[in-house]
Structure formats: C-alpha cells, structure tokens
C-alpha cells in the first residue's frame, strides 16, 4: 500500500463523522472461507454508522495497476457471505489510475449490482492531474501531514454517491458517483431527443447549467446528467448499457423535491466530481459549439436567461 492511501486511512480516522466509527483493514470474509480460498479481502476503511444500520466499505485505489481485482474479491465475498442491504461497497479512484482501468472498473460496479451488490465508484481528490497523485504517493507521511488535502471532502463525497437521494417505484435515486455516469447521462439525452417520445417527455424545459463532453462536443442540461438511478430490484434491472438516467424517469420526479434541485445537481457535479465551471461567453471555442448544439434543440430548451453555464470534466479525464 501507497503512502497516500495510508495517509487517507489515518485522515478518515481521524475525521470520522460524528454517530460514526471509521476501522482500517477490516476483512470481508470469514477465517473459514478465507482460508478455504486463499484470499482474504480488506477494506481499506470500514465506516460504521453507531446504530450498525449503515456500513461503508472503502478501498482506495491510488495507482493500482488493475483496480478491478478488489471489485472482483468483494464480488465473489458476496456470493458466499452475502453483503445485507444495509452495506455498500464503494471504490475510490484517482486520476493516476488509466482511462481503460479506471472506466473497466466502474462498468464492473453495475455487475456487482446485477449480483444484488450495494456498489458504486467515484473519484478520489478529482481536481488533482496523475502526475501529482503520482509526487504526492511518493512523499513521506509527514510531508503529507504538512499539506492541505482535504480528506474531509474525500468522505463526504464517498457518503454522498452511497445515499440514495429519493425512491420511485422501481428505483432508488443518487447522485453520479463517477464521471463516466456523467458522460453516459449526457450521450443517453442527446440520444433520446431523436425520438418523438423522448421530445415529447422532455416537453420545453428552461436550463441554465450544462454538461459539456469535448470528445462528442455534445452538450445536456446538467440536472439530467447529475441523477443515477439503481433498480431496486437486481433480478429485474434493465441491461447494463442502459442502466442510466432516462427521460420516462427523469420526467416522473416531482421537480418540487429539493433533493433534485438543479443547484444541488451542478454544484454536485462541480464540488464533488472536479468538473470545471465556466460561462459559455468566457470560451469563444465552447461557446461556438454551444450555439451549434442548442440550435438542433431549441424547440426544447428555454435558456435561463442568466448567463449560460458550462461544465467540463477535468482535463486529466479527457
């Protein structure tokens, strides 16, 4: 184990929310089945509501050159020592982790659910470049100590994506825990506008703030991209590919609930995920795209008639 990751062990000890209790090292399987496989799963911290009805299992993956290996030794944990529904697997990945592991191990999260799994992924310190996650794991613990980093922030986010926000008949709602839900929202409503159902759901809504992928340079209200719905029940969920906000749940939310207000969605996105906030009118090469997009869409969008805001994933991710 890296130094960071056990900097942030000692940092979620240290910080433990009040009505908590926060363990390193905690083993997910028995001495029996342990010994029986050959392997002994750990969480890297364990948090513990007081009550005992709520349990987060943390693994933080700061450069792991297959972090999907710990998704799959919880996954198989489940199949002989099933998690209760009480308890949520939930992995923590940073920028120094590759695009193609870090995206293989957040599809791996919706197999983990398919299995009737508790999981999500999320990104660990996202404003920080691969290349100081990469200094910042080589430094001493005590040059780490003498830093800023927030680990405060590193909980309340793992927390965040972990709670669901609301219930519908068929789901449980949360927040976006990993930008790739991001990117697959925004593909999914821009997709779906091609439909004549897909209109006709979405109606004529007004919208100030944007998400923005420049690899499509497509663009999508940023509230739609911020929610991600779970099926509550795993037998029955959709096919993976599609297990993303859709416009028939979308438009079944009561807009009056606070918990899916669009303010808490884009400062979600920004404050919690690192995406970059900007003005359209700041950035002629955002805004030239922009004003390409919304034409095709016009008919459906209502801008705020604020300044019009746009958010982009950090530039490591792209």
Same mark, same amino acid.
């Given at each position: 184990?890296?130094?960071? $990751? ?17 363990? @390193? ?19 890297? %911290? ?17 450069? @792991? ?6 998704? $799959? ?22 920028? #120094?982790?590759?695009? /193609? ?32 996650? #990469?200094? +910042? ?28 926000? /609301? ?30 159902? /897909? ?53 079944? +939310? ?9 303010? @808490? ?15 359209? $009118? ?5 805004? $030239? ?8 869409? @016009?008919?459906? %969008? ?17």
């Amino acid at each position: 184990m890296g130094v960071l $990751a056990k900097y942030l062990q000692d940092s979620f000890i240290e910080l433990c929310p009040s009505g908590w209790t926060c363990r @390193r090292e905690v083993q997910v399987l028995d001495s029996r089945l342990a010994k029986l496989f050959g392997y002994a799963p750990a969480a890297d %911290v364990l948090l513990e509501r007081a009550d005992g009805e709520r349990k987060l299992w943390i693994e933080f993956e700061v450069s @792991r050159a297959d972090p999907v290996a710990n998704h $799959a030794k919880f996954a198989t944990a489940h199949l002989f020592q099933p998690q209760r529904p009480t308890e949520s697997f939930v992995s923590m990945v940073s920028s #120094h982790v590759t695009r /193609g592991r870090r995206n293989l191990a957040a599809n791996t999260i919706f197999l983990m659910r398919h299995i009737g799994m508790s999981a999500f992924q999320t990104t660990l310190f996202p404003s920080l470049p691969p290349a100081e996650i #990469h200094r +910042l794991n080589h430094l001493s613990r005590q040059q780490l100590a003498e830093l800023t980093l927030d680990a405060h922030w590193e909980i309340e986010r793992a927390m965040q994506v972990s709670e669901p926000l /609301g219930m519908t008949d068929k789901h449980r709602i949360f927040f976006v825990g990993d930008l790739l839900e991001v990117i697959c929202n925004l593909q999914y409503w821009n997709r779906s506008v091609l439909t004549q159902t /897909g209109r006709e759901l979405w109606g004529r809504r007004r919208v100030r703030y944007f998400v923005f992928d420049p690899k499509t340079n497509l663009f999508a209200p940023s509230k739609f991209c911020a929610y991600r719905p779970i099926h509550s029940d795993s037998a029955s969920a959709p096919s993976i590919p599609t297990a993303n906000m859709t416009m028939e749940l979308y438009a079944s +939310l009561d807009e009056s609930d606070p918990r899916f207000d669009g303010n @808490r969605a884009w400062r979600h996105l920004h404050e919690h995920l690192g995406m970059r906030l900007l003005a359209v $009118a700041e950035s002629p090469a955002i805004s $030239a795209l922009f004003e390409k997009w919304i034409e095709g869409v @016009r008919d459906m %969008v209502q801008l705020d008639g604020r300044a019009t805001q746009v958010l982009s994933p950090p530039e490591w991710f792209e």
